[in-house]
T-cell receptor
């Protein structure tokens, strides 16, 4: 069975600085996708970034980038130039490509951006 | 299209009562998912529809839970004889094809007294 582990329950960062959130996963599959979702307080979950396992190049979306280490089964999220609006719970999620779509989430990391 | 919508946003009920939640997916998405999220945890998968067919159910979905998607558009999730342990956020998501990104609704927060 696949599992996703986020080892940092809470993190904080100063505005404009860079922070990295960690995620590791366990799977024996080769066809899968990885996601980072953001859930602001009392607001809905939105996609931050997505990575296909078959792609060697790390995904980037503006200030957000990932460090995908397939052999180490590691998928960390780097947020550059942190903004107050980045304050949220961040969830790492795994999707097996052969499944019907059952996303497996980690427990999340609560990120606070301080002015 | 404004995304996935869910109704109601909040529901407070007494133990033993039945409740029903509704999810309207993004209109062109044929895949619809239900998840449950308890405090301090990530969402956990409950069930999945492709069009009107319910193709997968989690062990978490006890006999008191039932979900439908009668015309392949909106979906309902019903919980019968609610228990305090059912208190959670119930999230709906939709996607267009296998492996594609799932887009989430705002959720329905259920409180069972």
């Amino acid at each position: 069975a696949q599992t996703v582990t986020q080892s940092q329950p809470e993190m904080s960062v100063q505005e404009a600085e860079t922070v990295t959130l960690s995620c590791t996963y366990d799977t024996s599959e080769s066809n899968y996708y990885l996601f980072w979702y953001k859930q602001p307080p009392s607001r809905q979950m939105i996609l931050v970034i997505r990575q296909e396992a078959y792609k060697q190049q790390n995904a980037t979306e503006n200030r957000f980038s990932v460090n995908f280490q397939k052999a180490a089964k590691s998928f960390s999220l780097k947020i550059s130039d942190s903004q107050l609006g980045d304050t949220a719970m961040y969830f790492c999620a795994f999707l097996y490509g052969g499944s019907q779509g059952n996303l497996i989430f980690g427990k999340g990391t609560k990120l606070s951006v301080k002015p | 299209d404004t995304g996935v919508s869910q109704d109601p946003r909040h529901k407070i009920t007494k133990r033993g009562q039945n409740v029903t939640f509704r999810c309207d997916p993004i209109s062109e998405h044929n895949r619809l998912y239900w998840y449950r999220q308890t405090l301090g945890q990530g969402p956990e998968f409950l069930t999945y529809f492709q069009n009107e067919a319910q193709l997968e159910k989690s062990r978490l979905l006890s006999d008191r839970f039932s979900a439908e998607r009668p015309k392949g558009s909106f979906s309902t999730l019903e919980i019968q004889r609610t228990e305090q342990g059912d208190s959670a956020m119930y999230l709906c998501a939709s996607s267009s094809r296998q492996g594609s990104t799932q887009y989430f609704g705002p959720g329905t927060r259920l409180t069972v007294l």
